[in-house]
Structure formats: structure tokens, C-alpha cells
């Protein structure tokens, strides 16, 4: 990736400039508090997993302060990516535009970002108010201290984002694009009438219209959703603004999103013992001199660690920092490698033990065994169509120059990377076993990489922890603030009544299961880009698999079917944030992977309806 396209990534507004001295003890101890809350976190799950299940006497609090510190990783986290420019945006099209329009919606972008922060930051405070009437109920303590987080990440944002403006333009220029603004807001404000009178069409109004104009000028893909999310409780419901805080708390809150960050910092502890580079050594070795070769190892690799920790985040977490600067030594481009570990992301949603899996068993009443089971194959048959487009890409490479090693150069390299090709297996037995949950398996595989540097590859640069640490909470928050904006606008969408509207609809379809089937397909497509996958199949999987049953679809076939569609729309552009949490991990501009991503998502949707034509593949083991 040239320094331009690095440049694009790493920047919400424009060329940095030196952050003002008063700010830098500011800046130094958010990044320290940041740090110290992932390491706490690693050692507080760590101790609840020896507890339990080595003293057997498991500790009732770990859970519950893990949740909290959380809470506060995601908000200092979200604050340090914004100080460093780290939150990703779509920049495709104003990368075209000539100097001094691109400047300009730059500081726009940064305003709007500024605007929704002071918008939310009194309702923050008001909600970490109404929290404080909540006792915890192991710890016993005020549920304000996990809501505090919500009031000083925004204000520390705020801090940031004015900091950045002062160095970015004149204050001329920031005080004309905020009036601008103001203008804009106000206009909306006194319109707050005509909205209501909408109805329902607010939706695309908000989610359609706002969110696609503000992604597309370039204003970082979490704030983008927030902000409509906001314009359509304040401008058409009567729903308090503190909402916005509640379901933000509740998006980033999620224990088993916590696999995130642990995985994030897992991918780079691997990378510091060099248990990352002894396995792409051993795959280099197996299949370097093969046209494409570490790219099959991609897709290979995500489906051995898929679901291990219930976050396809978390996932694509645990791969990409392994095999992606071997990949780009060998000349492969950022953005065919954020497309393909996105479409891998799509492909391995079915693979057991699946968070998607155990949602649609206990919201609806397919068996959860049935569906480990089913899950299996439907993902091969997706993973071969990636595998053969992958083939026809690379079919021309030269690869004259690459040396054919021999087997014992092979069986060498191999034994050398046992230990770390271990690592999944021992992460996934884990799970399986009951030795650890999703969210706590991480840790093992951080203790497991910590031995292994140390006793077998004997790397481990202590030196390197601290930073290690904030990168973890940086790239964490960017990636947590997607999620947590993107439940706010899902909770937006079912309060508005759209999921009943839409299984009323589906359920009067002519033509019986083939054209229940392809809708099924279209309709998952969508919700999985706009409400991503978790709370799609929560809304409507209780609705639609019935009918799905009465018109003759096996409920395995029907749920598999309905799971890669949602995993095909989670990483689909402009909205699915999957796709930009991939080009978070892989630190690439979204931009660069837009139209390499397009031929894998037709290989995703040859994959498709493959599995969704021969039942067979999902029912045939049961």
C-alpha cells in the first residue's frame, strides 16, 4: 500500500498537524488508562477461566467488572482512534474531487462528527444519571460507573475533534462550515413537523438518504449512523435523546464482543513471538510456489478459527494480522486482501460453534445440535466458489522465480510451526469442551502464545507490550463504535414496526418455497447490511421460520440459506460493517477493496445459491 493510500486511512480529516502541547498529557493519559484497561481485562478473564476450571471455584464478579471495563475500553478506545485519524470512512468519492472541494468536505466530515458529539454528550450525561438507580447484582455497586464511560468518551472526542480542527483549517473556514451546519440542523429542527407527518418514510429518508450522502463525503462510517440514528429520534418520534446513549451502552456492552479486542491483541501477540512467522513460513513453504497460494491459506485459515470466538470481527482478528504482511511482500494489494478476508467473513458465518448458530436456535425452535451440524458443509461449497475465483485471478501469475522446496524442507518447516498451527485447535477444543466461553477462550490462546514465544520461538519483546496495548484499544474502538451505532440504528428500525410490516408481506408470496427462498435471500441481503447480523436474525428469524416451514423448506436448509445471505450483506459496501471492520484489521482504505470485493461477492452468491438449490449439503448428516 503506497504512503498516499495509508495516509487516507489513517486520516477523519486532513493532513495532520502537531498536536497542540496542552494536549499531549491529555492524549498520554487516555492512551495509558486505555492500555492499563485491556491489560486488566486480559488478567481479569484469565483469573475467572483458572478458577473455575482448575480450582473449581469459579468467582460470581469477573464477568460483571469485565463488562464494565468494557464499557470504557470501547469509549477511550473510540476517543484515541478519532486523536490518531484511526475510524474508517468511504473516501472513494471525494478522493475525485479537485483540491480545494476535497479540503472542504473534509472539514465538514470533522463537523459533523463534532456536532453529533456535543448533540449526544448532555443526554450521555443524562442517561449515566438514570443508570446510577442500578445496582449491579454481584459487584452491588451504582450502574452509573459503567454509564460514566459514555459523558467522558464524548467529552475527551470532543477535546480531540476541536484540537484537530484548530490545525486543520483557519477559523474563518471552521466558523463558515459550522454555521453551515448550525443552518442545515436548524432547518431540519423547524421541518421536525413534516418528518413526523412521514411515517415510516423517515426510514429511507435517515437510513437511506443521510447515511449514504454522509458515507460517501467522507464522514467516518459509525459517526454516519449515529447521526441519522439521532436526526430520526429527535426529527421523527418523541423518543428522548437519551436513548441514543442506552443503545449505544448496549451495542458496545456485549460480553461476547469483548473477544474483540482480546483477539485484536492475540493477532498481535503472535505476530511479537514470531509464532505468526514460523506458520507462514511452514504455509509459504507448502504452498508459496502455487499461483495464489497463501490466499487459499486465507480462506483455509478462516474457516479453522470461524466461530471460535463468537465475533466474525474477533475472527478475521485472529488471521489477517498473520498472513497479511506476508502476502503483501509477495505483491498482493491491500484491497484484494480486505476483499478476500471479507468474503472469507461471509463464507465461515455457518461453521460451529457460530454466536449466529445458537441466536437462531434459541429464538426459534430448530435444534441447536441440527444446526452445528448442518452448518458444515454449506460453508465448504461457499468456500470452494471463493477458491476457484481465486484460481481464475491468479491464473497468469508468474511464479518462475519461486522455488519448489523440497519434503524435507517441508516436514522442517512443519514441525517448526506445530506449536503455532496448534493454536486454533486449542482455541476451538476449548470452546467445544466447556474449558472456556467464547469471549474467555482469547485469553488462553494469549497465555498459550506468551509460553510458546517464550519456551519454543523464544521471542517475546516486552518493550513492544505498552504500545501493543493502546494499538489494541485504538483499533478496538473504531471497530466497537460501528457496532454499537449500528444497534442503535436496528433498534430505530424495530421500534418504526418495519419487521412486522415485512414478515406480513413475505408471508403472502406467490409461487411457494422458490420464490419464498430468493426473496428470503434479497430481504437477509439487506437486513444484514443495514442491522447487522446478531439483531436481523433476532428480529426476524421468529417470523420468517414458520412460514418458511409451511411452504416445505427444511428449517437446517432454511437457516444456513438465510445465514450466509445475512453474512453476504454484513460485508457489503456502502453500508455493511463488516466489510469496514475488515479494512480496520487490515489498515486499508475502504476504497481500495470495493471492486476486488465485487467478484467475490458474485463467488459468494455462485456459493450461495448452490447451498440454497441442494438441501442436501445442509440436511444430509442429520
Not at 333 to 356: D, F, N
Request: hydrophobic share 55%; net charge neutral.
Amino acid at each position: 500500500m503506497s504512503p498516499a493510500a495509508e495516509h487516507t486511512v489513517m486520516d477523519v480529516g486532513v493532513q495532520s498537524a502537531p498536536v497542540p502541547r496542552l494536549l499531549g498529557p491529555l492524549v498520554t493519559v487516555t492512551e495509558f488508562l486505555a492500555g492499563l484497561v485491556v491489560a486488566v481485562e486480559i488478567g481479569l478473564l484469565s483469573v475467572g477461566v483458572v478458577a473455575r476450571y482448575v480450582f473449581h471455584n469459579p468467582i460470581v464478579w469477573t464477568d460483571e467488572l469485565a463488562q464494565i471495563l468494557f464499557v470504557w475500553l470501547s469509549m477511550l478506545g473510540t476517543a484515541i482512534a478519532l486523536h490518531r485519524g484511526q475510524h474508517m470512512r468511504m473516501t472513494a468519492l471525494v478522493d475525485r474531487f479537485p483540491g480545494a472541494a476535497r479540503a472542504n468536505c473534509e472539514l465538514l466530515a470533522l463537523l459533523v462528527c463534532v456536532a453529533l458529539m456535543l448533540l449526544v454528550f448532555v443526554p450521555s450525561f443524562d442517561y449515566a444519571h438514570e443508570e446510577s438507580f442500578v445496582i449491579t447484582p454481584a459487584l452491588e455497586i451504582s450502574g452509573s460507573i459503567r454509564a460514566s464511560a459514555l459523558p467522558i468518551g464524548f467529552g475527551l472526542m470532543i477535546v480531540f475533534a476541536l484540537a484537530r480542527l484548530s490545525s486543520m483549517a483557519s477559523f474563518r473556514r471552521v466558523a463558515t462550515a459550522a454555521c453551515f451546519i448550525a443552518f442545515a440542523m436548524a432547518s431540519a429542527w423547524y421541518l421536525r413537523g413534516l418528518f413526523h407527518a412521514l411515517g415510516n418514510l423517515n426510514l429511507i429518508i435517515f437510513f437511506v438518504g443521510l447515511v449514504g450522502v454522509a458515507v460517501f463525503l467522507g464522514v467516518p462510517i459509525a459517526f454516519a449512523f449515529a447521526i441519522a440514528a439521532l436526526g430520526y429520534l429527535g426529527l421523527s418520534t418523541n423518543a428522548p435523546l437519551l436513548t441514543i446513549a442506552g443503545r449505544l451502552d448496549e451495542g458496545m456492552s456485549h460480553l461476547i464482543l469483548l473477544a474483540v479486542p482480546l483477539f485484536v491483541f492475540l493477532g498481535m501477540l503472535m505476530e511479537t513471538t514470531g509464532m505468526a512467522k514460523a506458520m507462514v513460513d511452514f504455509l509459504a513453504a507448502l504452498l508459496g510456489h502455487v499461483r495464489g497460494g497463501l490466499s487459499y491459506v486465507l480462506i483455509g485459515a478462516m474457516y479453522l478459527v470461524s466461530g471460535i470466538s463468537g465475533s466474525k470481527t474477533a475472527d478475521m482478528a485472529a488471521v489477517a494480522p498473520s498472513l497479511f504482511p506476508e502476502m503483501r511482500k509477495r505483491g498482493q494489494r491491500g484491497g484484494e486482501l480486505v476483499a478476500l478476508l471479507a468474503a472469507t467473513g461471509a463464507q465461515t458465518e455457518t461453521i460451529p460453534p457460530s454466536l449466529v448458530l445458537i441466536t437462531i436456535g434459541s429464538v426459534t425452535t430448530v435444534s441447536i445440535a441440527a444446526l452445528f451440524t448442518g452448518g458444515l458443509l454449506p460453508a465448504v461449497a461457499v468456500g470452494a466458489s471463493l477458491a476457484v475465483l481465486v484460481w481464475w485471478r491468479n491464473r497468469k501469475a508468474n511464479v518462475s522465480d519461486a522455488r519448489t522446496p523440497s519434503r524435507k524442507e517441508v516436514l522442517k518447516s512443519f514441525l517448526f510451526a506445530t506449536p503455532a498451527l496448534a493454536l486454533p485447535f486449542i482455541i476451538r477444543a476449548a470452546v467445544v469442551e466447556g474449558v472456556a466461553t467464547a469471549t474467555e477462550v482469547s485469553t488462553i490462546g494469549i497465555a498459550y502464545s506468551i509460553l510458546v514465544g517464550l519456551l519454543i520461538y523464544r521471542r517475546c519483546d516486552w518493550s513492544k507490550l505498552p504500545k501493543m496495548l493502546v494499538d489494541t484499544a485504538a483499533l478496538s474502538g473504531a471497530i466497537l463504535f460501528i457496532i454499537g451505532a449500528a444497534t442503535t440504528v436496528a433498534w430505530c428500525l424495530t421500534q418504526s414496526g418495519f419487521s412486522r410490516d415485512l414478515a406480513k408481506m413475505m408471508s403472502s408470496l406467490p409461487g411457494g418455497a422458490p420464490t419464498f427462498m430468493i426473496v428470503s435471500i434479497v430481504m437477509f441481503v439487506i437486513l444484514g447490511s443495514v442491522l447487522e447480523g446478531i439483531p436481523a436474525l433476532v428480529l426476524f428469524a421468529p417470523l420468517m421460520f414458520p412460514i418458511a416451514k409451511s411452504v416445505g423448506i427444511h428449517e437446517v436448509h432454511y437457516a444456513m440459506v438465510v445465514i450466509l445471505a445475512m453474512g453476504i450483506g454484513l460485508f457489503l459496501p456502502p453500508f455493511g460493517v463488516g466489510y469496514y471492520a475488515a479494512c480496520a484489521i487490515g489498515r486499508v482504505d475502504p476504497a481500495e477493496g470495493i471492486r476486488p470485493l465485487l467478484g467475490y461477492v458474485g463467488a459468494l452468491l455462485v456459493g450461495l445459491t448452490i447451498v440454497a438449490g441442494i438441501p442436501w449439503l445442509s440436511t444430509g448428516f442429520l
